[in-house]
């Protein structure tokens, strides 16, 4: 009985191990493997597939195979945000490795980079990794060992550490000790924000294009140097899903991806579903995913000469979970990613010289192609600002992208592109293709459902005039200095700062922060032969002023945020309003909160987050929707409420609350949802639920019948995925300072849309500085049901409420922290809210 008891009580006490398999399933049949390369057990001291790897543990183990194998090296190539190495193990033959660099850069030898767990709680990929290196050394497998003396296979273990060290930190601190498969477990639930986002709480898959974050510059880099022919992408998907790989919906191809490209991936797929029958495991393609977005892993480098493929594995968050099509597991989703990696080194192999000429041909047959169209290329108009200048021009090289300065003013369709304050971006240069993507303007496509945004016009984003020319203009290779030629004056009484130049925002934190007396003009200034526009700030000097500490000031203003400033000796204008004047204001230093939590974006609360510090270098209190009640807002000068669920997180007890912080004098900023939620409740313009319904009873009743298959294709047409609309400004209103265009592009994506003016209310015809404009269409697809929702929407809407103010957007600002061009309308409802004045008549 006692010998029972024992054999049931070791039985439970090995039952995690149950859930982790032993090496030998995860591995081809027929394979003999060195003994002497250490196997991840070895080192790790765990099963793969008990508990999720952690990135330090990735490290280690990648770092012992490094300094023990000479076919192996470890390439460190960046930190991420909280300070984990972003590192690269090579695998090759020993004279490869040691002759790296040459290799590098020998074309006629083959790359494969495969990238795990772009997506941090996605980690069967990061945990197959380790796997998949320690295969690569010790199998003695002919073909394999043949194929690493003329190719090199790169492992990224994790694009997104500090994503995969929330996630592995979350799920095994709540994993039990017997394994719990119900999906309500907290080990198959994460917190907000989950670790599919970096620090920031970015899609780190969306940021290979835009370049916001340290980790895709990093990245970026590499890729370049290295210029692989393949890239893999291992991902998961929902735990009820089987195996997804490449390729994707056929008709949802980005157009710019050739047919060489598809054939290539269709051959790696033959390998892939090889690889899985031998297993028994299910799978499909050409379905659910595209290949449009080119911010994307997997599409990327389809625009490079480079093949992309996409793996999405069925997710076991907690090691097991039950779903309605069986039992999902960790370990069977570490084998799919192993066996597909493993299948793309076959495929490869097979079709070497295929993927080896397609990467050689590529960039010139992209050139050739870009000949027959009608312009050489595209000028961008940087004169706004030499600071946007130099992130432009530092952008386009991080895409190898070549560009010159304009060397004599050019005028087309009406406006002045003036000599050095302009950009020429030739379509004669290997980037060709990235190049027409970045401007690419398309509003009509074969498939009118994507994956991700329909549009990223880099001109759009940006907030720059930029036009096509049939031919090169003159043009060098001159860079024009950005940095302002500040002269410094003994006898000034007062420093006038240009809104418009440089990183003016950072520049009056930074004043702030030293505890200086600041002023706003809400209006133009002309003194002194002075001319600033409106939203310039002053900083009065006292007679007593220590100059040299006022010297340092100036300087650091001019050296670290390229801003423009000037000395005024006097007061009096000489010509409109005079320093004195009631339109020129005390800055009341901004104390910022931004609530967080579930059931808020975390996407865009993270790229508000990354803005202002950042950008702006402004703390901003992250308070979460659960702990608000306990907070005292009366500390805040502001709220931000980024889009999401507020109706059942507010009580009518918070609501008053936060109602009655407005009209004390707090300025409140909604996005999206959250500016419905304060029209629904703060404004009283919600729609009267009865009519509604009705109206709905009255829609079902009249509706006809419609096929079953239509429904995806219909629901497309409801859906605002997001595309590029034209928005016409009113540059005379606060929130619009800093800006220049009096058309700008915003990133429309969701289903907001601001309630229009009542006609019958005169103060708010006054309050809509940002409206969707009668051209609406400007790149991506915005189907019929959405062009009549959007006819002269208000896009941004900020009026007084008591002593404070509502300011509501109709769209995010600052969507994915690329969207410089109306970032400041953002950046401005902090600094400049107390400007706007009521409008009442």
Partial sequence: MIKKSLTLISLLILAPLLVAKPLEFYLPEGEMYDASVPSPEAILGQQLGDKHLRHDQLISYLSVLSTSRPNAQLIDYGRSNEGRRLVMLAISSAANIENIEQVKADPDVLKILNGFSVHGNESSGSNASVLFAWYLLATNNPEVKAAMENTVVLIDPSFNPDGLSRFTTYVNNNRSLTTVTDANDMSHVEQWPSGRTNHYWFDLNRD????????????????????????????????????????????????????????LTNELAKFHGKALDAVGQRYYNEESFDDFYPGKGSTYPDLQGSVG??????????????????????AN????????????LAGAQANRQAFIDYKKNFFTQAKQNAKKLSYSGYLVDVGANPLTAKKLRDYLQQHRIEFENLAADKTVDGHKYSKNQALYIPLNQDQTTLVQSLFNTDTTFENNTFYDVSAWNLGMAWGLNWTKVSSRPS????????????????????YVFDWHSGNAPAALQYLTQQNKEIFITGKSLDINGV?????????????????????????????????????LS??????????????????KTPKVMMLVGMGIDAYQAGSLWHLFDTQVYLPLTKVRLSNLSRVDLNQYTH????????????????????DTWVKKGGHLVAIQSAATWVE?????????????????????????????????????????????ISADADLTHPLAFGTHLNTQHVLMKGSSVLSKPDAKNDQEIYNIPLQVSAEIKAAGFVSDYWLEKLQEAPLVVAERSGNGSLIKFGFNPNFRAFWYGTQRWMINSVFMADLIRKTAR
């Fill in 531 to 567: 001319k600033v526009p409106a939203g310039s700030f002053i900083l009065p000097i006292a007679n007593n002023a220590n100059e040299d500490e006022l010297f340092s000031l100036l300087s650091t203003i001019t050296d670290a945020f390229s801003v423009k400033w000037y000395a």
């Fill in 680 to 724: 629904n409740n703060l404004q009283k313009t919600a729609t009267d639920e009865s009519k509604k319904a009705s109206g709905d009873e009255q829609e079902k009743a009249t509706a006809k019948r419609k096929a079953y298959g239509d429904f995806e294709a219909d629901r497309a047409q409801k859906v605002l995925g997001g595309a590029i």
């Fill in 639 to 658: 709220i931000i409420m980024p889009s999401g669920n507020y109706k059942s997180a507010f009580d009518e007890r918070m609501t008053k609350k936060i």
């Fill in 333 to 344: 989703g570490i084998r799919n990613q192993f066996l597909t990696a493993r299948s793309t």
């Fill in 309 to 330: 493929i996409l793996f999405e594995q069925a997710r076991a968050m907690g090691g097991v979970i039950d779903t309605r099509n069986g039992q999902t597991t960790l």
């Fill in 208 to 263: 290979w294009l835009l370049l916001t974050q340290t980790e895709s510059k990093a990245r970026i880099k590499q890729f370049h140097q290295w210029q692989p022919h393949i890239l893999t992408d291992h991902h998961e998907m929902g735990s009820a899903a089987t195996f997804f790989f490449q390729p994707g919906v056929p008709s949802r191809k980005n157009p710019l991806i050739s047919a060489k490209n598809v054939e």
């Fill in 475 to 494: 043009s060098n290779n001159e860079i024009p200095s950005y940095r302002p030629q500040n002269s410094y004056n003994k006898n000034a009484k007062a």
């Fill in 570 to 587: 006097t007061s009096m204008a000489d010509k409109g309003v005079d320093l004195g004047s009631p339109a020129v204001q005390k800055l």
